[in-house]
C-alpha cells in the first residue's frame, strides 16, 4: 500500500480498526471482562466526541509534527457521503482525521508512533 494513493477516508477507515483493537485489547487487560462493559468502557476512547477531544488536547501540547498535521487535514477534509448520526460534522471531521493518522502510521509500518499515541492516551484516560 502507499499512502499517497490512498484517501484520508481509507485511511480513517483502516485507522478506525487500528484504534478499536488497541483500545480493545486494553480493556480487556484491564480486566474487564463483560461484552456489555466493554463496549460502554470503549465509547470513552473511540467515539468521534473522544477522539476529537483526545486529538485537540495533543495538538496543544504540540504532540504531532507538521507532516502528521497535514495527514490529518487530509482525514479531516475528505468529502463523505455519510453524515455523523450521534455529533455535529466538525467533531465528526476532527475525529476522521485522528483516524486518518493512525491509519497513516499503520500504513507506514510506523507503529513505534501508534504505540507513543497510546501511551499519552492512556495517561489522560486511565481506567
Not at 82 to 88: E, G, R, W
Not at 102 to 115: A, D, L, Q, T
Amino acid at each position: 500500500m502507499n499512502t499517497k494513493e490512498l484517501s484520508g477516508g481509507t485511511l480513517a477507515y483502516l485507522g478506525d480498526a487500528i484504534w478499536s483493537l488497541y483500545v480493545r485489547s486494553y480493556l480487556i487487560e484491564k480486566g474487564l471482562k463483560k461484552p456489555d462493559d466493554l463496549q460502554k468502557k470503549s465509547v470513552e476512547f473511540v467515539s468521534a466526541k473522544a477522539q476529537a477531544g483526545i486529538f485537540v488536547s495533543l495538538l496543544e501540547k504540540n504532540f504531532f509534527t507538521n507532516d502528521e498535521i497535514e495527514i490529518y487535514k487530509r482525514g479531516r477534509n475528505y468529502k463523505s457521503n455519510s453524515s455523523p448520526k450521534n455529533t455535529d460534522i466538525q467533531i465528526y471531521r476532527i475525529s476522521t482525521g485522528f483516524e486518518a493518522l493512525i491509519g497513516y502510521w499503520y500504513v507506514e509500518k510506523n507503529e513505534e508512533r501508534i504505540k507513543q499515541l497510546w501511551e499519552v492516551v492512556k495517561t489522560i484516560m486511565e481506567v
